[in-house]
DNA sequence: CTGAAAGCGCTTACAG
DNA sequence: CTGAAAGCGCTTACAG
């Protein structure tokens, strides 16, 4: 292996102290006042050798890594997965490197996690919380370890954030809907009670209520298991409402649902828009291969990506503010929302 | 922030030095033949104060970070995200953590992610080389840092790598297609000399040769640039394909591929499989989707990552042979095919 | 403007 | 069986 090129090195070919260089190097070289003429025979040199600095030791020294973790439920899944890769295009900009972990919506999985991240001394943490993680939280809130939540957060703690306009979202959508002369609006949620889910149901509760259909007020909870586990429950209770014929519309408040909800459809062969409304959420490619293709809330993924790093930066720069960012959704009208 | 405990902090409050705590708390109290006594005592004064070992330390000193680099085309691809997940599952059983990047089929990218990776002291690197990037590889062969290819990898140099049965994977289908009455059978490809591509080709090709049907091959390949480029220009050559009326059958030999294909299809109104019979590859929800369920070749990610995952982990242990596995394909037969 | 030196928190020969 | 000490490769007060 070729000989690892180090600041000594540099140093000594140089003919000066490895602080001159470390300050050069790291663009220190105004405030510290270092002569001209060093500055570019330390560049020179530098370049010369091709060195590249060693993370670790400036780390260990610096006590920062530049390293951010990243929690998310599954990076398998492709709402997961882009908004990661926003958070990594964005953090690489700012010199951050992201270490990505995956819960699976699992409270343990979580909880070690963070461990796992922090005794890896990552500088901060974006993530989207498990159910139950509450505790954990508080922790580092008290050991002031910058983070920033994605997706949700948990009301009880003044936390940093970035979270869609759950609430409008779902109220627009629904309302929508009304307009377009829908009235038995069934609303298909995970059962959980996190925040961002309980503001969905608000919106569509309330919407209903606006206009006079609390009667009508349907909202089925799957248990968020395993993805096989989501479809074969949510497809069971379609079966039945399908079968009871009530229904007018559905919206779907996340991406898993709708699609098993649009399996459950197709298989009944039940005419959207005609017999049925559907909204979904998030946005998928089945929604635009569906006859007719599917309207959705979509969740500006990019802008939320950037954003948590952005105010993550900041916290970890010492800016101690409490940022809770709300991003607008957008509704993907399309033809099954009839 | 609650002062973190040291090493030194347990050594102090047993009474030994820090070597006997690092021994213990490393598993080494057999080998290094440390008191009874001493161990149990070490271990319960670091479970007393919750002690977490500063990983940045213990790297810098072992020049081991436990670390794994994994570079893939984007993670926000359903493909890229699915053997990341089970890369991630894998190392973290082994102990190690996964650093991710997102090459986008860039070389340019693919290059500094390389670099930014070896800067950070990963122990090794799990790639998915872009075209073109051999010159960076045989670096780190010269290097002799560890690295294991998946998906693809380079025939001129030596590498422990991790790819499907790509030749038998082509010529299998094509076989089948060609034993259910088919005779024209178009295959959509990436444009590129990547060998995994070029070993699906050649399977498409001999399995029409091996028929006697060479004057029909036909193989069309797309540029692989933006999804949404890929989807246009995919979709521009179905159109000219499909009003000629010539081909009976299209394989695609990937998942961005197969769904613009499907797109081009659906618009055409083309009865599956009565008119054309179509086997995609990867395998995606749109696959379920359409009407009828379209056949793929499905390749075993979980498979290929941990192999990965596990090759790469002998090498850094040491170990110095060349691995060189290939996974086997499965065909999901359905309707679409014919 | 520059250098000598401490120190980040561990691991690991070495000596006894 | 155990301890004193070097050292990983940087950064950064401190002194001049």
């Known amino acids: 292996m070729a000989k690892k090129v180090l600041l000594k090195d540099i140093a000594k070919k140089a003919g000066v102290s490895t602080a001159l260089v470390s300050y050069v190097l790291n663009g220190l070289e105004k ?71 995956s819960s699976d919506e699992n409270k343990t999985k979580f909880n070690s996690l963070i461990d796992s991240m922090l005794n890896r001394q990552v500088d901060g943490l974006i993530m989207a919380p498990a159910d139950g993680s509450s505790q954990q939280i508080k922790k580092l809130v008290k050991e002031y370890i910058p983070f920033v939540f994605i997706d949700r957060y948990f009301p009880d703690i003044s936390t940093n954030h970035v979270v869609l306009d759950n609430y409008e979202a779902t109220y627009n959508a629904v309302n929508y809907l009304i307009s377009h002369g829908r009235k038995n609006i069934c609303l298909i949620i995970y059962k959980t009670l996190a925040v961002h889910m309980q503001q969905r149901i608000l919106g569509y509760k309330n919407a209903m209520k606006d206009n006079e259909l609390e ?23 379609m079966d039945e409402l399908i079968s009871e014929k ?42 635009d291969f569906f006859e007719p293709p599917i309207a959705y809330i979509k969740q500006p993924l990019e802008e939320m990506g950037t954003e948590a790093v952005r105010i993550l930066v900041e916290q970890i720069k010492g800016i101690k503010k409490t940022v809770q960012t709300e991003v607008k959704h957008e509704f993907i009208n399309r033809e099954s929302s009839g």
């Open 31 to 101: 405030e510290k006042r270092v002569g001209r003429d060093v500055v570019e025979k330390i560049n020179q040199i530098a370049k010369e050798l091709n060195y590249q600095p060693n993370h670790i030791a400036r780390s260990l020294r610096s006590g920062k890594t530049n390293t951010i973790g990243l929690i998310i439920a599954d990076i398998s899944n492709p709402f997961s997965g882009q908004i990661a890769r926003f958070i990594e295009s964005e953090a690489a900009r700012l010199g951050y490197t992201v270490i990505i972990g």
């Open 246 to 287: 009530k229904m007018d519309a559905f919206l779907f408040a996340a991406n898993a649902l709708s699609i098993s909800g649009l399996y459950a459809i197709r298989k009944h062969n039940i005419k959207v828009p005609d017999e049925l409304a559907v909204i979904g959420f998030d946005g998928h490619e089945v929604f």
């Open 215 to 237: 009667d009508n007020i349907m909202v089925k909870e799957i248990p968020r298991k395993s993805y096989f586990q989501v479809k074969t429950d949510t497809e069971k209770i």
